[in-house]
Each structure stands twice: as structure tokens, then as C-alpha cells.
């Protein structure tokens, strides 16, 4: 990585050059960071005490934005798969996905010092997703974490990404992490973000993908004061696929953004975003999937869905579906829909002896189902399950 | 109402933009340039009270501070604001006509060419039931039914005689719903608007005929500048039509019009456009830059404001009518068909903003793209904290006829009650293939085929059209597409 000094300093001199973004610009409009960039954030180190549980046979641990090789189980991996920090890796495709003109990415870039590097080779087919668990209680933190996953031709793949933190503490993760999807290779990514209520969280997701390749991603958002996920698919290969689905619960004053974005570059290739959120309290959503449709991508396929569903007044909601077309012979279409839980439906429920409080959390969780429904690794959805059922009771108990 | 209508395809064989000639008609223009004094001349020009010169210099000098925007999506190199001339009135207006037969014969025969009845015998004949404010030039140069509708209380005219006769009136709602410092066009429009017309309709009153503007430009290297206001009181209704042609120049124009409606508890404002300025050439040499701001504002309860919007022509349009439901149960409508063709560039939507209780909305919107032009829909929904029960449907369908054209789709949901039910949907697809074959198998050639099915695209638009404007967008959607296909 001997190219890896000058690139940080290249990110460096982009991040001072941009400074934290306002809300005048078009992309941040409804979210004001303004928050996180008057704060410091310390180096200090310290061992994280946060109970975590893995999701399949291997898991990578970093406490405090460092891998604890102790906490970690990578022994016994099948041949072919690579899994270790990124700072003992090289790989020439690293930055090449991730834009390098986000004040949140050159920060990244200028200053991260641990994450996770996944190598598959081709062929590989894997059932047990591999856990990367990130755990935080540092007060005053800030955590730069960078990811590398590459998998092989034809290879099948997945990867839960976890950020759990102590509730109460108060720190900042920025991370990035750049997805290769290499021809018919099949990869499932799940994001699960459990930060303390009083964090940061930002991420930059961008995967890019080869002829006939499958990348499916599903956001979980349950956590942080702030916090924001930039998902950006690339469809590089005819016959690509990528589905992009998200859940966010949100509740007291959260906030949380998701900006999506979907590159349509070549032609024949589908994809498909369902977002839902519930909201509670003072809680606010930012929801913006952009589709682009390049000029010579013929016979695209996209669809993509937000529902939202508010719980109390004062939550907010703001939606921004866009579509942005240069072929002719393509399917597109968006839809958003705003409201509270169907009156008649709970009518119905109750008619069935079904108390009003039980019908609306049954509602509640069915909304929520449809996009764990989605989810193919039975260990991840149902732990997902528990975790929306307990956001639930709190909510409505 | 019957919208197949067999004329309509007529247009097709013309291949030129029909209402591209100039009418040579002696002018009274300010030289290019704009500073204070222009403002204040083009004030002293039109004889205008003291408050309306300091609202003009006000506004300019917000102006002043101003950017352009350039959020939305078109393209075009910065107009030199210096280089317009910022007034031109058909000369004879000067010593205005009194009556029809007073004005000059080559506007009533430009109105003629353009089909727009001047003559009320023609009406009291049958031929139309409209009355019409002839806006040239940005002056307004006759008004027919002046009388029958003075009957009944009803203002309607142009904004000058307007300043001149109501002046309690316009100082009472001028600028209350698109305020002076509101956006970079319409900053501009409230310094040097020039003309365009009044409505006002009282109490009670159900506007017995449609009321109709057609705007014209005409002459060369002149911004055009229309500000009209009308105002539906108490429990009124009215049905408002605005039409716009222009000679074919090679220069771009500069159009920079500012609609303000306004209705009270119980009143109706319908309000259609047939737009079809100059487009420009093929190779996007000329055409009008057309950026409107168009707001309405349903101030009382139970009122309802409709905007329905055929655009056409233009070479760049930038316009987003929109509705401000403050009054409980008021009811904001916005029906929209946009084609673009060759270079043509569209970016047009509303903006419903929900602030009183059951408030309700309705957005239809269908672009059609062709050739190389780019049709972009932006619209906003914004439910506020104290909108109990809004209401919003929108759907936003484009369609695509060839490859190097795009359709875009930039919705804006905000929502901060809970009570809201708010959907959105929009579609891209591209013209039915096997749709314009089963044409063709009988025996409709392809560009009838198009017009057809695009016809019945707009169908939903259309139908909320006035008669006479429905068959007249037809023929203008077939005129717009043509050489888009084979």
C-alpha cells in the first residue's frame, strides 16, 4: 500500500477543501451536521465491554475502531476465503469505488486505521454469513472504519455488518465499506446499526457489480442520535441485480437519512428498493433513492418503494424518490406513501376480539415483516425478528 | 366530452410552427438595460400611484442581491439582463381605444391568425362563449364582454386599468401570495411587470362564461413580463384560461410571468393553460425561455384551487404552479401534461403545502419525451404540523419516444403530521411498440399511431380541460411530436 500515504493526503486536502456539509447543499438539505462538526473527538483508546452475539461460525470483533483478535473466531475458514484487517492487506481497487468527493469518505480515507478485509476467490459458495461486530462505549470517540469485500466469479457470499454500542455514550463512527461483486457472483449484505442513541453514525456503502451478479443489501437501523447510510450500486455487467432494502425504527428525537443511489450503466440489469420506517416520538426520516438510467442501459428493470409509517405527532418525514431516465425501452416506477395504521384494518381486528393495543402492535410488526420477509439467512432474520419485537413493546409499552 | 376528434391529426402535416410570424406593428420601447430608472420609467410610463414605484424599486433592489437558480434540471447559458429591453407596448395603446373598433386592425387580424376571437359579434354568433383579455407584448390591447360582466361585478381587464380604477384592490393582494422577494424570475417580473390581467369576482358570483388571456409576444429582444392577479371572493367561481404563441427568432426570449390566485371561503378558481411558445428550431437555435411562477392560495375554508397545464412549447420551461391549502377542507388540483421535443428542456411540477385541517390534493402529471429533449417532473408535498387529515394523491407517469431523450422524476414528500395520508407513484416507460403495430396493421401510419397513444396518455389531463382548449392541445401534442418517430 505504498500508494495508500498519498491517497490519505489527496483525502486530506478534500475534506479541508469541503468541510462538513450544510444544509444548503442539495444532498444534505434535511440533515444538519452541524452538531458533530463543533465537536472534538479524542484518539484515546479502551477496551469496549458490549455484549454482542454472533450470528454464524466466523466473526471478526473490533472494539472501539480495533480489531480484538481475541474476541474474534476466523480459525477453520474454508480455503479460499480471506478474512483480516485491512491494514494488513492490499488490494489495488481500494478507493476506487468509494466517491472521493464526500467530506464523510476523505475523512474516512485521511484517517481510518482499522476494518475489515474479506477476500473471496472464485467458486466459493459459503452458507454462514461472516459477522463483522463493531463495538463501541468510548465516550468522546471517533471511529474511521474502512472495509474491503471482494468476492470471486461465481462465488455465493454473505456478510452482516453490526454496530453496537453502550447506550449513553456519546461518539462518531464514519465508515466505509467498498463491495467488488465480481460476474455471477451472489453476495448478501446486512447492515444492523445498534449504536448508543446518543452517537454518530455514518456510512458510505458502495458496491459495484459484474455481468449476472446478485448483490443484495438490508439495512437495519434501530440506533444513534444521527445518523445516515449513502448506499450506491454500480451495475457495471449485463444481467447484474441488486436489491436494496432498509427498516428504520426510530423513536425519542433520532434522526436518520438514507441516500440511495443506483446506477443503472449498462443494459438489462434490475433492481428493486423497498424502505420502510416507523417513527415515534420527535423522531424524523430522511429517505432520497435516486435511479439513474444511463442512456445505453436498455431494458432496465427498477423499482423502488418507501412507506412510512408515523406512530405520533411531531414525527416527520421527509421523501424523495427520484427517477432519472436517458433510455427509452425501460420499467421504472417509485412509489412513497406517508400515513398512520389503517383505521379499518384495526376496526376489523377488533371485531375479531382482538384489543385495540394488541391489533396495533400485530400492524405494526406486519409492516416491519415485509422487509425482514426479504432477508434469506434464517439466523440474521431472526434475530432481526426479536430485536423489532422488542423496539415495539418499549414503543408501545 | 369527446375527445377523439378526427381534426385533430390535421396538425400533423404542418411542419412548421404555426404561429411563428412577426406582425409589423409599431412599437413604443424602453432601449435594453435595466437599472432603478428603468424601473421607475416604465412606473411613470404607466401613470402607476406612488406605492406600486416603491414596491417596483423595492423588489429591484432585492433583485439586485440575488443568484439565478440553477437547482433545476436545463441548461442554458446566462442570460445578459443588460441586453433586454424591459418595455415594449404596441404604440396605439398609448392613446388607448375605446373600443374594439378603435384598436388597430393588424392586432384584431394577429388575433384572427392566431384564432382568438376579438370580435363579440362572433361570440354573440355562437362561434365562442369566452371572454377574452388580448395581452400583446406584455400590454393588454382589448377586452371583450368588458360590459356583460361589469354587470354582475365582476373586475376583469388589464392590470393597468386595473391599478387605475381598482387601486384598493391590487394594493390589497398584490404580491400577498408570490411576495416580491419570493424567487430570482419573479423578484424580476414584480420590478419591471409591464402588464397582464385583473380579475376580481365578488361575493356570490358564478362567473357565467369562461375568462380567457392570450398572451403574445411579438416583438424582438424584449423580456416579457405578464403579472396577472385574480381573486375569487367569498363563495365565487370562475374558470380561467391562458393561452401563449410567439413569432419564430433565432434569439432565445426572455418570459417572466407571475400568476397570483386567491380564494376565499367557498370559492372555486379553475385555471388552464395551453402553453406554446416559440420551441426553437431542430438544432435548439431560438425559442422562449419560459420561467413562470405561478402560485394560488386557498385562504378561506372549503375553497378549491385547480391548475391544469398543457405545455408544449418553450424552449426551456421552468414553472411550477402551486397551491397554498391554508383554509380547513380547501382543495388543491394540478393536472399537467408536458411534451418536449428536439432540444426542448421542461422542468415543471407543483407544490401542494397542506396547512389546514382536511385539506386535500390531487397531482396528475404526464411528461412526454422526444427527439433529444429532456422533461423533468419536481414537485413538492409538504403536510404541516397543523394539517389534521390531509390528503395527498400524485402519479407521475413519463413516456419515452427514442433513445436519446430523458425523463425525469424529483418528487419532495415532507410530512410532519401523523394524520396525513400521502401517495406518490410514478412510472417511466417507454411508447408501446405493439400498441403503434396494431395501428399500423390498421392502416394508421406511425406518427398518427403516436398521436393516438399519446392522445389516450393524456387523457386523464385533458378531459379536465375547457372544450375549446381540449381539442386545441390535442392538435398541439400532435404538431409538437412530429418527425419524433420513423
Known amino acids: ?397 | 366530452m369527446k375527445i377523439e376528434d378526427e381534426n385533430s391529426f390535421d396538425g400533423l402535416t404542418d411542419k412548421e410552427y404555426k404561429y411563428g410570424f412577426v406582425t409589423d406593428i409599431e412599437s413604443d420601447s424602453l432601449p435594453p438595460g435595466l437599472d432603478e430608472n428603468v424601473v421607475r420609467e416604465i412606473s411613470r410610463r404607466k401613470e402607476e400611484p406612488e406605492w406600486l414605484t416603491e414596491w417596483r424599486v423595492k423588489a429591484y433592489h432585492h433583485w439586485t442581491t440575488l443568484e439565478p437558480p440553477t437547482w433545476a434540471k436545463v441548461e442554458f447559458p446566462p442570460i445578459d439582463y443588460q441586453a433586454l429591453s424591459y418595455y415594449s407596448a404596441p404604440k396605439q395603446k398609448i392613446d388607448a381605444p375605446k373600443s374594439l373598433d378603435e384598436v388597430d386592425p393588424e392586432l384584431l387580424e394577429t388575433y384572427k391568425k392566431l384564432g382568438i376571437p376579438l370580435g363579440e359579434q362572433e361570440v354573440l354568433a355562437g362561434v365562442a362563449t369566452v371572454a377574452v383579455d388580448a395581452v400583446f407584448d406584455s400590454v393588454s390591447v382589448a377586452t371583450t364582454f368588458k360590459k356583460n360582466l361589469e354587470e354582475l361585478g365582476i373586475i376583469f381587464g388589464s392590470f393597468s386599468d386595473a391599478v387605475k380604477d381598482h387601486p384598493e384592490l391590487v394594493k390589497q393582494y398584490l404580491g400577498t401570495v408570490v411576495p416580491y422577494k419570493d424567487n430570482y424570475y419573479a423578484t424580476l417580473n414584480s420590478a419591471v411587470f409591464s402588464d397582464g390581467s385583473f380579475c376580481y369576482i365578488p361575493k356570490g358570483v358564478r362567473c357565467p362564461m369562461e375568462l380567457s388571456t392570450y398572451f403574445r409576444i411579438n416583438a424582438a429582444n424584449t423580456g416579457q413580463f405578464e403579472r396577472t392577479l385574480l381573486i375569487a371572493d367569498e363563495g365565487a367561481y370562475v374558470s380561467y384560461l391562458e393561452g401563449c404563441t410567439a413569432p419564430q427568432r433565432d434569439e432565445n426570449q426572455l418570459h417572466a410571468a407571475v400568476v397570483e390566485l386567491v380564494a376565499h371561503k367557498d370559492a372555486q378558481i379553475k385555471y388552464s393553460t395551453v402553453q406554446n411558445w416559440y420551441p426553437g428550431d431542430k438544432e435548439g437555435k431560438g425559442g422562449i425561455y419560459n420561467f413562470v411562477t405561478k402560485r394560488g392560495h386557498c385562504r378561506g375554508d372549503n375553497s378549491k384551487i385547480s391548475w391544469t397545464q398543457v405545455e408544449t412549447g418553450s424552449a426551456i420551461t421552468w414553472k411550477y404552479p402551486s397551491c397554498i391549502l391554508k383554509g380547513d377542507n380547501s382543495v388543491g388540483e394540478f393536472y399537467s401534461v408536458a411534451v418536449t421535443n428536439n432540444m426542448q428542456q421542461a422542468d415543471t411540477g407543483t407544490k401542494m403545502i397542506h396547512i389546514g385541517k382536511n385539506t386535500s390534493s390531487t397531482i396528475i402529471s404526464k411528461g412526454i419525451s422526444a427527439g433529444k429533449a429532456q422533461n423533468a417532473y419536481r414537485g413538492m408535498v409538504k403536510v404541516a404540523e397543523t394539517a389534521e387529515n390531509a390528503r395527498n394523491f400524485s402519479q407521475c407517469d413519463s413516456m419515452l419516444i427514442g433513445d436519446r431523450c430523458g425523463a425525469h422524476t424529483f418528487p419532495y414528500i415532507d410530512i410532519n403530521n401523523p394524520t396525513a395520508q400521502v401517495e406518490h407513484e410514478a412510472t417511466t416507460t417507454k411508447i408501446g411498440e405493439d400498441q403503434i403495430f396494431y395501428c399500423n396493421q390498421r392502416g394508421l401510419d406511425t406518427e398518427e399511431a403516436v398521436g393516438l397513444i399519446v392522445n389516450g396518455f393524456c387523457k386523464e389531463v385533458f378531459k379536465e380541460l375547457p372544450m375549446e382548449f381540449a381539442v386545441e392541445a390535442q392538435k398541439l401534442l400532435g404538431i409538437t411530436l412530429e418527425g419524433s418517430v420513423g
Open chain 1, 1 to 397: 500500500m505504498n500508494d495508500l500515504q498519498q491517497m490519505r493526503d489527496k483525502a486530506a486536502s478534500v475534506f479541508e477543501q469541503l468541510g462538513f456539509p450544510t444544509t444548503r447543499e442539495e444532498l444534505w438539505r434535511f440533515t444538519d451536521v452541524s452538531a458533530l462538526a463543533n465537536q472534538e473527538f479524542s484518539n484515546d483508546w479502551s477496551p469496549a465491554s458490549v455484549d454482542f452475539l454472533p450470528l454464524g461460525e466466523f466473526y471478526l470483533v473490533f472494539e472501539n475502531g480495533k480489531l480484538s483478535p481475541e474476541k474474534s473466531n476466523i480459525g477453520g475458514l474454508p480455503e479460499g476465503i480471506k478474512v483480516g484487517s485491512i491494514m494488513d492487506r492490499a488490494d489495488d481497487r481500494f478507493g476506487t469505488l468509494a466517491d472521493t468527493q464526500s467530506a464523510f469518505v476523505a475523512a474516512n480515507t485521511a484517517c481510518f486505521s482499522e476494518g475489515a478485509f474479506i477476500e473471496v476467490a472464485d467458486g466459493i459458495e459459503l452458507d454462514s454469513p461472516i459477522h463483522l461486530i463493531y463495538l463501541a462505549d468510548a465516550d468522546g470517540a471517533a471511529f474511521h472504519l474502512r472495509n474491503l469485500i471482494s468476492v470471486g466469479v461465481g462465488s455465493t457470499f454473505s456478510v452482516v455488518e453490526e454496530y453496537i454500542g453502550t447506550p449513553g455514550t456519546a461518539y462518531w463512527t464514519n465508515a466505509v465499506t467498498e463491495v467488488f461483486a465480481a460476474d455471477n457472483a451472489t453476495v448478501d449484505h446486512y447492515k444492523i446499526q445498534r449504536e448508543s442513541k446518543t452517537a454518530f453514525h455514518f456510512q458510505t456503502l458502495e458496491a459495484q457489480l459484474g455481468k449476472n451478479a446478485v448483490f443484495s443489501n438490508h439495512a437495519i437501523a434501530l440506533g444513534a442520535a444521527l445518523g445516515r447510510n449513502d448506499i450506491r450500486g454500480k451495475l457495471m455487467g449485463e444481467g447484474g441485480e441488486a436489491i436494496c432494502n432498509g427498516l428504520y425504527l426510530l423513536n425519542e428525537k433520532q434522526h436518520f437519512d438514507t441516500h440511495l443511489f443506483m446506477d443503472h450503466a449498462v443494459a438489462n440489469c434490475n433492481s428493486h428498493e423497498l424502505y420502510k420506517g416507523i417513527l415515534d416520538e420527535k423522531s424524523k426520516a430522511v429517505f432520497c433513492g435516486r435511479i439513474l438510467v444511463r442512456q445505453d442501459a436498455q431494458q432496465t428493470d427498477a423499482v423502488q418503494s418507501n412507506r412510512n409509517l408515523l406512530l405520533s405527532r411531531g414525527a416527520k418525514v421527509h421523501s424523495l424518490p427520484q427517477l432519472e431516465i436517458y433510455a427509452d425501452d425501460v420499467k421504472c416506477t417509485h412509489g412513497a406513501t406517508i400515513g398512520e395504521l389503517d383505521e379499518v384494518a384495526l376496526y376489523y381486528l377488533q371485531t375479531r376480539g382482538i384489543d385495540p393495543a394488541r391489533g396495533k402492535a400485530m400492524l405494526t410488526y406486519a409492516f416491519a415483516n415485509e422487509v425482514l420477509n426479504e432477508m434469506k439467512s434464517t439466523p440474521v432474520r431472526t434475530y432481526l425478528e426479536n430485536l423489532v419485537h422488542e423496539w415495539l413493546e418499549k414503543v408501545s409499552g
